[in-house]
């Protein structure tokens, strides 16, 4: 994370450093917390996404709570970053396995 994160008033403010996270894996993270947050993302500075979210107007969510928001949102980011590098490492595993699904035998060796 390239600043400090915090909380101030009832927003989360986190910084992903980009040259760490992709936009994808953000964006996928905070689809997650859109039941109960408003989300806004920018691009500082070319090397880091400012992430806020703030509680939905109808949402009761207290101080403790929030805190608990900042940590879990912390770690969905790093583990929306390591989903986004194993589907790429594994995108040929996956094609091969899903042609040998549909080939009806076509590959199938001979003995």
């Given at each position: 994370m390239a600043d400090k994160n915090f909380i101030k008033g009832n927003e989360i403010v986190v910084y992903a450093d980009a040259s760490i996270f992709t936009r994808d894996a953000v964006l996928k993270c905070?689809?997650?917390y859109g039941d109960k947050f408003h989300t806004d993302v920018s691009f500082e500075n070319s090397n880091a996404y400012r992430i806020c979210i703030k509680p939905h107007l109808n949402s009761n969510i207290n101080l403790a709570e929030l805190e608990l928001y900042l940590l879990k949102?912390?770690?969905d980011l790093v583990d929306f970053q390591l989903r986004d590098i194993v589907t790429k490492e594994t995108q040929n595993v996956r094609d091969l396995l899903i042609a040998k699904a549909f080939s009806n035998?076509?590959?199938?060796?001979e003995p």
């Open positions: 905070l689809y997650w949102l912390e770690r035998g076509e590959f199938d060796e």
